[in-house]
């Protein structure tokens, strides 16, 4: 039976417009539009030799010619513009122009003048749709799928958010969601025409603060959960992020007050959070309220010393831990192809280390047996790390073969295994 689903995505995660796919083994489309240089990089992690991939392209033709050959010596050439779907062959990803160029037979005739199975290059670049159809098992598998949903996932891409930072200044803040990836998201804008500070309009200075003030509650409120994070920073030039932090925690406490009264009209349950977590709430100076100076609040000797815990990503963390496992008791800690399948093969592994540029081979058995590896350890208990290959950590693991783990006890028969 065939799984069919049509959605559309929006803000700044990568468009899914149209999945269909078979559930016995794999096979089937995904139609997509990258709209950044990160989503070209996510379809690269994707797009493997032999699947066919269909998008807008341009290719010089003779358009003095009926008779199907293409540059018959013509002088009447041109560039048209048209759609056509290529059988990948090759696949080159260049990072400095953040495009990749899919090189291959057409399989289905366009017009008269592009023929089946002459050799065209694709061109992905931001801002342009494409077709990618998986022909051949295992087809969409677990690796594919989970890169195109933290793809068209804005909050997904962030990786575990650990840090909020709130960005303000008389009448503008931005909060901004940090996660332990290292990158960052805009969740809020925040905007409050501000008063002059002379003359009759003067007086409306604190009511438009005040209002200003609870918009902001509300923003904070509504994207941060105070479980997860390690701090929210507020940030800014001035006083107005310490008079933010005042009325935070008075908006907060009134919130509270009008719970325990059996008051639930006012919607402050969203607030309470912020009294009960007011020991992660710091401050900090930020030259203004606007998204550059994220940066200078993040590169804070200050700030960094106080998520230096979180800042680390998942896969950092996990790389560190084999570093010192190998130190201490090197039949728990394995790199390379042969004893860390054999280990798998044992029921053996607590943490799998392994880069995303295994599952970009050519070879279809590859990509099946380390999917199925990965299955095998989480469905055993364990925990899967897939690193980026553009990570230091990823470049770490590289020089290793591209896979290591830490093992649940030690398994020193593995020592006389070549390291593959």
Same mark, same amino acid.
């Given at each position: 039976?065939?799984?069919?689903?049509?959605?559309?995505?929006?803000?700044?995660?990568?468009?899914?417009?149209?999945?269909?796919?078979?559930?016995?083994?794999?096979?089937?489309?995904?139609?997509?539009?990258?709209?950044?240089?990160?989503?070209?990089?996510?379809?690269?992690?994707?797009? %493997?030799?032999?699947?066919?991939?269909?998008?807008?392209?341009?290719?010089?033709?003779?358009?003095?010619?009926n008779?199907?050959?293409?540059?018959?010596?013509?002088?009447?050439?041109?560039r048209?513009?048209?759609?056509?779907?290529?059988?990948?062959?090759?696949? $080159?990803?260049?990072? $400095?122009?953040?495009?990749?160029?899919?090189?291959?037979?057409?399989?289905? $005739?366009?017009s008269?003048?592009?023929?089946?199975?002459?050799?065209?290059?694709?061109?992905?670049?931001?801002?342009?749709?494409?077709?990618?159809?998986?022909?051949?098992?295992?087809?969409?598998?677990?690796?594919?799928?989970?890169?195109?949903?933290?793809?068209?996932?804005?909050?997904?891409k962030?990786? %575990?958010?650990?840090?909020?930072?709130?960005?303000?200044? *008389?009448?503008?803040?931005?909060?901004?969601?940090?996660?332990?990836?290292?990158?960052?998201?805009?969740?809020?804008?925040i905007?409050?025409?501000?008063?002059k500070?002379?003359?009759?309009?003067?007086?409306?200075?604190?009511?438009?603060?005040?209002?200003?003030?609870?918009?902001?509650?509300?923003?904070?409120?509504?994207?941060? *959960?105070?479980?997860?994070?390690?701090?929210?920073?507020?940030?800014?030039p001035?006083?107005?992020k310490?008079?933010?932090?005042?009325?935070?925690?008075?908006?907060?406490?009134?919130?509270?007050?009008?719970?325990?009264?059996?008051?639930?009209?006012?919607?402050?349950?969203?607030?309470?959070?912020?009294?009960?977590n007011?020991?992660?709430?710091?401050?900090?100076?930020?030259?203004?309220?606007?998204?550059?100076?994220?940066?200078?609040?993040?590169?804070? &000797?200050?700030?960094?010393?106080?998520?230096?815990?979180?800042?680390?990503?998942?896969?950092? *963390?996990?790389?560190?831990?084999?570093?010192?496992?190998?130190?201490?008791? $090197?039949?728990?800690?394995f790199?390379?192809? %042969? &004893?860390?399948?054999?280990?798998?093969?044992?029921?053996?592994?607590?943490?799998?280390?392994?880069?995303?540029?295994?599952?970009?081979?050519?070879?279809?058995?590859?990509?099946?047996?380390?999917?199925?590896?990965?299955?095998?350890?989480?469905?055993?208990?364990?925990?899967?790390?897939?690193?980026?290959?553009?990570?230091?950590?990823?470049?770490?693991?590289n020089?290793?073969?591209?896979?290591?783990?830490?093992?649940?006890?030690?398994? &020193?028969?593995?020592e006389?295994? *070549?390291?593959?």
């Amino acid at each position: 039976k065939a799984l069919k689903e049509e959605e559309e995505g929006g803000g700044g995660a990568m468009k899914l417009i149209k999945k269909d796919l078979e559930s016995k083994d794999g096979t089937g489309l995904i139609r997509l539009q990258a709209d950044s240089e990160e989503d070209v990089w996510h379809l690269y992690n994707v797009i %493997v030799v032999g699947d066919v991939v269909t998008s807008t392209t341009f290719r010089k033709v003779d358009l003095s010619s009926n008779s199907g050959n293409e540059l018959a010596g013509s002088t009447n050439q041109q560039r048209v513009r048209m759609t056509l779907s290529v059988k990948v062959e090759a696949i $080159e990803y260049d990072g $400095e122009a953040a495009e990749m160029r899919l090189r291959g037979r057409v399989t289905t $005739e366009a017009s008269d003048q592009v023929r089946v199975g002459s050799y065209h290059t694709l061109t992905i670049a931001p801002n342009r749709a494409l077709t990618v159809e998986k022909v051949e098992p295992p087809g969409w598998d677990m690796f594919a799928l989970d890169v195109i949903k933290k793809a068209c996932s804005d909050k997904a891409k962030l990786g %575990v958010v650990d840090l909020a930072v709130m960005l303000v200044e *008389d009448g503008y803040a931005s909060l901004h969601l940090v996660g332990s990836e290292g990158m960052h998201m805009r969740v809020s804008k925040i905007e409050t025409r501000m008063p002059k500070k002379y003359g009759a309009a003067a007086a409306g200075i604190g009511k438009a603060q005040s209002k200003f003030f609870s918009r902001c509650a509300l923003a904070i409120g509504q994207n941060i *959960d105070f479980s997860a994070i390690q701090c929210l920073v507020l940030a800014g030039p001035g006083f107005t992020k310490d008079e933010l932090l005042k009325n935070l925690l008075l908006e907060a406490a009134r919130a509270k007050g009008s719970l325990e009264s059996g008051d639930s009209k006012g919607g402050g349950a969203s607030l309470l959070p912020i009294l009960e977590n007011k020991g992660k709430i710091i401050t900090a100076h930020a030259s203004s309220a606007f998204g550059h100076s994220l940066q200078e609040v993040l590169s804070s &000797p200050e700030i960094s010393k106080r998520i230096a815990n979180t800042r680390a990503s998942s896969q950092t *963390d996990a790389i560190n831990r084999f570093h010192q496992m190998l130190n201490n008791d $090197e039949t728990r800690a394995f790199y390379g192809e %042969v &004893p860390v399948e054999a280990a798998a093969e044992m029921g053996a592994i607590q943490d799998l280390l392994i880069t995303d540029t295994l599952f970009r081979t050519k070879k279809t058995e590859l990509r099946v047996k380390w999917t199925k590896m990965v299955e095998g350890v989480e469905r055993g208990g364990g925990k899967a790390h897939i690193f980026s290959s553009l990570h230091v950590s990823g470049e770490q693991l590289n020089s290793m073969g591209g896979i290591a783990a830490i093992l649940r006890f030690p398994m &020193p028969e593995l020592e006389d295994l *070549d390291l593959g």
